[in-house]
């Protein structure tokens, strides 16, 4: 895989449209994920300002203009159904989750949908330095949690970083670190190596989101700024109105991973 | 220098404060400095936009709440009056540049500032590699220049990237290329390297902002992009009103330069 194929990104989309529902970890390898926020008009400047105040769990990629589902990470794409998995939240609780999100977005006429970079965008190369990517190898989604440490607020938002775990051996820590560090616009290096007690997590086997992974004797638990992080924030400030998608259910774009290498 | 003192950065901001005029760049080694605009807070949206569609020349770096002349980024600072001087734009026209923006500043109730990287903040491991930084060796302003190159609009704000010239020695670009690609938030890695006339800049001893250097046999043109973006898309947008720093009279911060390494 010199340039990824970008059909393969096109594809994984029209599966999704097509009711597959699957966490996205290990699809069309070598294309950006995203995950994904709506907000009525009237929430997008506390998001827009929420991500820039904490650009580690919530590097913004993209903004769509308001009432519009098209963006330009992936022209052809339909934000409202080519995701494989929705949630819908009505003042911070989570009401609905949909497979196609078209009718709920009809709903508000002025939504403004944010892109915010994913870690699934480094797993690539954390693969290609052989690396093992746990949940990839498992078949399962990534865990998540939500931590002891509070974002920046912005506004009327607010709330906790969540983040994601990958068991890394101890003496390839270091490098995980290295390569993921120069992806800084999809949450780059690490934010906690180790020691998830002081993160506030009881047990790694009991993630917030997504599934448990197994640990093996001599791996370390490495945790990155997870793109949850907006859910969390949902569910502490209560905004009448958003969808996003689940968590581990990315959207897909056709933009190659290399794009955000520094 | 194993880590700067604090007091430098708070005793050149007094400076300004007291009345000094003169580019920053050289002053405070190893703080980050910042191009500054403030905006009526209904354009606020429309640049806050911009900064996330054009994060090269516009990587903002903290954002005031409206009304507010503070930032997180240098707490006991003013921001009315600690950069050496401002300029006064109205519909797009720059009308006045003053020393003390105190009294325009109070125009507006309502004005939300950004600060902006700015490429003096790779300036210091530039030279600390041995890479002479030819304004700072001249002691004048960083030359400038408007390019042919369009910003992606957000809103009622368009226009061209304004970019940096910083002659480097043909066997040491790649090694400046490689130095500032470190420093994301800070505009990052050039834009251009060379080839002056494809960028639409016609002679580089004029440039449109700051003074020209002297370019030695052997040295290459390097061009990063500019925090004076915003400027250019203030006189191409004409909002009613808007305050910034004059071209390469950044305001200094608390934040030491290694925290936007990568």
Sequence with gaps: MLRPDPATAAAARL??????????????????????????????????????RNPKPCPVLDVTDPGSHRTALAPDADLRRDLPLYRVWRDGVLTEELADATQVWAEHADLVTFLIGCSFTFETPLMQAGIEVRHVAQGCNVPMYL?????????????????SMRPVPADRV?????????????????????????????????????????????????????????????????????????????????????????
């Design 15 to 52: 599966q999704c449209r097509g009711g597959l529902i699957a966490p996205t970890a290990g699809m069309a390898p070598g294309f950006t994920q995203c995950n994904m926020i709506s907000l009525p008009r009237d929430w997008a400047w506390d998001f827009l300002l929420y991500g820039q």
């Design 147 to 163: 931590t002891n440490r509070d974002c920046r607020p912005a506004g009327r938002l607010h709330g906790q970083m969540v983040v």
């Design 174 to 262: 270091a490098e995980a670190a290295t390569i993921t560090a120069r992806f800084p616009a999809v949450h780059g290096a690490p934010v906690h190596i180790g020691s998830p007690e002081t993160l506030g997590i009881a047990d790694l086997s009991k993630p917030d989101f997504g599934d448990p992974v197994q640990i093996r004797d001599g791996e370390v638990p490495v945790f990155w700024a997870c793109g949850v992080t907006p859910q969390a924030a949902v569910m502490a400030s209560k905004p009448p109105f958003a969808i996003t998608h689940a968590p581990g259910h990315m959207f897909i774009t056709d933009v190659p991973d290399s794009q955000w290498q520094v």
